[in-house]
């Protein structure tokens, strides 16, 4: 049992012991100092574990979400970049591989496997990327590390994503940027340079000196146009990871009967608006920059570089008595940075939907 | 003294034994505290591996980069500040590319702006423009080895 303590309020005994028998139920100042202290220790230690559950949770979100979008019957490629059993190291080939995860596709004869996407140097020989468990929900997801000069991923098979402008698509992934340099590639179907200017089905890369300089932008080759959104709004280097997506939709044909689309950009869910479209501002190249070339010489699908035409970059490896693409094909503007998802859907989704792929990812 | 009677002894006034429950508790979550402390995950290093070349004594060297224009690099020799270093595909000279403001007048389409970036990367060697690349970690293990 506590001690009374002294009153303070004399010598009254009457009193003296009424206060004492009322104190003694009472703490002392030390002891609630210490109570809130620890209390404070272990709020302090339980909160990191809290936030970390609410990762967790998102995580577990985003993989449930994605997995939905393996089942749909337009889902071409899903790379969730978790590999089999949450490790990035496929059975197939340990380290080497981003594994397609999409298993619903409704297109006659596709076979997921063939649109795995292999991991490569452009010098040959071993691949520099690092995996790393740094993607968007922390140490609970995988990111690749494009090293901004060698690194690429390449998906070999083009068959089913040989998109023209008679279909939509839409391609979503979320990079992260080092630091942003012009030409960063973050996706291409293209022959850059190709003796009819810049042959490309589709691509996004970064260019900072478009529009005003110094702000963030981003082109997009889609088909026969050239497009630029002069500001997006949105500081890369120090955005973290940002969601972006690029989708065409085909409007039917103009009075000379030729194709006609709306391309629109998505940058975090929110689309660009108007772009300026630079291949108008130098019609001579109409009717060059397009995407049949690419489709005829089975050009493949490039993550964090651009397929640029040799004999216009590199003449000097170039041999003209050699009609392979790998002769005809080059790799250039590596992209520097991180990626953890990449989809692309043989249809050109709805706003909503973008959306709704951008909030179930975001951390 | 046995380990009974040390129990009754602090268990049996009130004071000792708040004393004894608080000491307890604040070994616990010290113990916990510092467990935390040391195992926590470590996050991997930022930015990518990079073949970079020094300013001044041209030493060539590999190191991670995240903003090579933050000069925050130097280099491992001299202490120098460094560049991201390219290598010249027509005679094989490796430099660093210096910052240049583009034109922005003259560049409408995708190959002009391309063309542009072909110029401020151009080889002070030999002039050429369009083969010219950011050196890659293969090439600088083929030419320097484990360096």
Not at chain 1, 42 to 67: C, G, I, S
Not at chain 1, 166 to 178: A, E, H, N, P, R
Not at chain 2, 80 to 103: F, H, N, Q, R
Request: hydrophobic content about 35%; aromatic content about 12%; overall charge neutral.
């Amino acid at each position: 049992m506590r001690k009374p303590q002294q009153s303070f309020r004399g010598p009254d005994s009457e009193s003296e012991s009424s206060c004492s028998k009322f104190r003694t139920a009472r703490f002392t100042l030390v002891e609630i100092m210490m109570t809130m202290i620890i209390i404070a220790i272990m709020a302090a230690l339980l909160l990191p574990y809290l936030k970390e559950a609410k990762t967790q949770a998102k995580y577990v979100r985003w993989l449930q979400f994605n997995r939905s979008a393996s089942n749909d019957p337009d889902c071409l490629i899903n790379f969730n970049f978790q590999g089999n059993s949450n490790n990035p190291l496929s059975a197939e080939s340990p380290g080497d591989v981003l594994v397609n995860s999409s298993i619903g596709t409704s297109s006659e004869g596709f076979t997921p496997k063939l649109y795995n996407g292999y991991l490569r140097n452009k010098n040959g020989g071993a691949h520099n990327f690092e995996w790393v468990r740094a993607g968007r929900f922390g140490r609970f997801k995988w990111a690749l590390q494009f090293n901004g000069s060698d690194t690429y991923v390449l998906i070999p098979t083009t068959n089913a994503i040989d998109f023209t402008p008679y279909t939509g698509f839409t391609i979503l992934c979320w990079v992260k940027f080092d630091k942003l340099g012009f030409g960063d590639t973050i996706f291409s179907k293209s022959l850059w340079g190709t003796a009819s200017d810049a042959a490309a089905q589709y691509d996004m890369y970064y260019n900072p000196y478009a529009g005003s300089f110094g702000q963030g932008s981003f082109d997009i080759d889609v088909f026969t146009t050239c497009g630029t959104w002069t500001n997006t709004d949105v500081d890369f280097d120090k955005a973290g990871w940002v969601h972006f997506a690029l989708r065409y939709k085909a409007t039917g044909m103009d009075a000379q009967g030729k194709p006609t689309g709306e391309i629109t950009a998505f940058i975090n869910g929110q689309p660009l608006g108007d772009y300026v479209d630079t291949t108008n501002e130098n019609p001579q190249t109409a009717t060059a920059t397009g995407y049949q070339p690419c489709i005829d010489m089975r050009v493949p699908f490039i993550l964090g570089a651009a397929g640029v035409y040799r004999k216009y970059w590199d003449p000097d490896t170039y041999d003209p008595n050699d009609p392979s693409l790998a002769n005809e094909m080059a790799i250039k503007f590596n992209f520097q940075g991180k990626m953890d998802e990449l989809l692309v859907y043989k249809r050109a989704l709805k706003d909503s939907e973008i959306v709704q792929h951008y909030d179930m990812g975001k951390e | 003294m046995d380990i009974k009677e040390i129990g009754l002894y602090i268990w049996t006034d009130g004071k000792r034994r708040n004393i004894a429950i608080m000491s307890i508790l604040i070994l616990i979550s010290g113990s916990i505290l510092i467990y935390n402390l040391t195992h926590q995950p470590k996050p991997p290093p930022p930015g990518a591996i990079r073949v970079v070349i020094c300013k001044k004594c041209k030493y060539v060297d590999l190191q991670r980069i995240i903003d090579i224009s933050s000069g925050i690099y130097k280099c491992r020799e001299c202490g120098g500040p460094v560049g991201l270093a390219w290598k010249c595909g027509s005679c094989k000279y490796e430099y660093y590319i210096l910052d240049s403001k583009p034109d922005l007048a003259k560049m409408k389409n995708t190959m002009q702006k391309f063309q542009f970036t072909t110029r401020t990367s151009r080889c002070p060697n030999c002039n050429e423009e369009k083969n010219v690349n950011p050196m890659t970690v293969s090439e600088f293990k083929n030419e320097y080895g484990d360096r």
